[in-house]
């Protein structure tokens, strides 16, 4: 007997942590759910020789419905810190993230809702859809592309 009602032990936990995560976090919360709810918003590429990966995520505007609404389909360049690093790097191109990391005070409060999509990933078992990888040159171009030069 498989239980086909109520909520698993698993669920009960992911609920618990987005509670945690929306009191921390507010509306920010709200951004990150959307884009983890929407298939295909987030793609990863992994560096082939140094095995650094960076993700590629979708900005909610392409699914609000308020806003322009037309083909405003905005990728960020975002990394999360991996096991492997000694120090632990945060970075999205979106402008939300250079705002906070302006005004920044502690870790959590640089975390823009692509970054907060990244965390809550794992948690949630939402699986990037493409995985890709990339030379090194390739990943350095990738890079240079998207962030913003000023
Ligand atoms: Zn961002």
């Known amino acids: 007997m498989t239980g086909s009602s109520g909520k698993t032990a698993m669920q009960q936990h992911e609920d618990d ?9 507010g509306k920010t ?3 990150a759910l959307a884009i983890l709810d929407a298939p295909g918003s987030i793609s990863k590429v992994v560096s082939m020789t140094s095995q650094r990966s960076i993700y590629c995520v979708k900005g909610s505007s392409a699914f609000a419905s308020r806003g322009k609404g037309t083909n405003s389909e905005d990728t960020y360049l975002c990394m ?6 000694d120090v632990p790097i945060y970075f999205c191109s979106c402008r939300s993230f250079m705002e906070r990391n302006r005004h920044l005070t502690n870790e959590s409060s640089c975390l823009c809702k692509h970054l ?3 965390r809550l990933m794992p948690v949630l078992q939402v699986q990037p859809v493409l995985i890709e990888t990339a030379s090194d040159d390739e990943f350095a171009n ?6 913003p030069s000023e």
Do not use: N
């Open 29 to 31: 919360t709200e951004g």
């Open 80 to 85: 999360i810190p991996q096991a492997s690093d």
């Open 116 to 118: 907060l999509a990244l």
């Open 142 to 147: 990738l890079l240079m592309q998207r962030i």
């Open 17 to 25: 942590i987005i509670r945690a995560v929306d009191f921390l976090y």
